[in-house]
């Protein structure tokens, strides 16, 4: 048997059942590309194997690789189904609220969808998306700069969002606290309190952004 040809993937020796999972717990937009890139492999395999005259190997092969781009596809559907619901309610809300038109909410949370498989986000975290929906009043453009700010250095974007600057002390004053949800975020004066309560609480520092 060819050696290029395992029975195994390292790692996985013996257990591809495992293998099956950590590729099917992938989000779905990844799995989707996962798949087309398999049926394109697998492509590649059916036109060697046609240049060969291996006509029948090379049908087969064809077969498998149409088969896996329906997946594919199928998956491609079910992501834009679940793609919302990956966000708080409370970001679901702002952008439905404020982009309003069902193509513009769909390229929204399509570039936030984006956005996050660039930087591997964590969506247990998702302060940096709240930062950057943050006055962007139904406007793609506004948002589109905003996220490539926070590409170029994502506590650019806190600091945009979270602090304003005060030309007369020369300091920055957080007004927001994106950990918590929008109608939750503006910082409080019981805030400011437990910050003096402690020292060691720099939360709420003025001078991190983070």
Not at 83 to 109: C, G, H, L, N, W
Not at 124 to 134: G, H, M, P, T, V
Not at 159 to 177: F, K, P, V, W
Request: aromatic share 10%; hydrophobic share 35%; charged share 35%.
């Amino acid at each position: 048997m060819n050696a290029k040809h395992k029975t195994w993937i390292d790692h996985y020796e013996n257990n591809l059942e495992q293998l099956a999972e950590k590729i099917g717990d992938l989000r779905y937009d990844t799995l989707s590309e996962f798949l087309d890139l398999l049926a394109l492999k697998i492509k590649k395999d059916g036109d060697k194997d046609a240049s060969r005259g291996r006509t029948q190997l090379a049908r087969q092969l064809y077969t498998s690789s149409e088969a896996l781009r329906e997946s594919s596809k199928a998956i491609q559907k079910a992501w834009v189904i679940c793609e919302p619901y990956m966000y708080p309610e409370d970001i679901r809300q702002k952008v439905k609220a404020e982009f309003k038109e069902k193509s513009k909410i769909k390229t929204v949370f399509q570039l936030l969808s984006d956005f996050g498989k660039d930087w591997h986000f964590d969506y247990d975290n998702n302060r940096i998306l709240r930062c950057i929906l943050f006055q962007t009043d139904g406007n793609l453009d506004a948002l589109k700069a905003n996220i490539e700010t926070a590409n170029v250095d994502w506590r650019n974007i806190i600091l945009q969002a979270e602090y304003e600057h005060n030309d007369e002390t020369d300091e920055l004053i957080r007004l927001y606290n994106f950990e918590r949800p929008f109608g939750e975020a503006r910082v409080t004066e019981a805030d400011l309190e437990e910050k003096n309560k402690n020292d060691n609480l720099n939360e709420y520092d003025t001078d991190l952004p983070f």
